[in-house]
C-alpha cells in the first residue's frame, strides 16, 4: 500500500466515523425550550434525552445558565 492510499483510507475510516457519530447524536439527542433565569427568554436547547440539566448561554442576553 503507498503512502497515498493510505491516508485515503484513514481520511476515509475518520469521515465515516465522524458520520455514524453525527447519526448517533441526532438519534440521541431532543430539544427542550429553556427560559433564561435572567432576561426571560426562552432558548431552545438541544439536549441529551435524559439529561435533566442542560448547560446553555441565553442568547438574547449571554447569561450561562443551566435548565432546571
Ligand atoms: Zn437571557
New binding site residues.
Partial sequence: MSKQAMREETERLVREALERKTVAIKQGKTRIEAK?G??G?PNRLAAEKNAVRVKFT?K??G?AQQSL
Avoid: D, L
Fill in positions: 433564561c435572567k432576561c427568554a441565553c438574547e442576553c447569561q
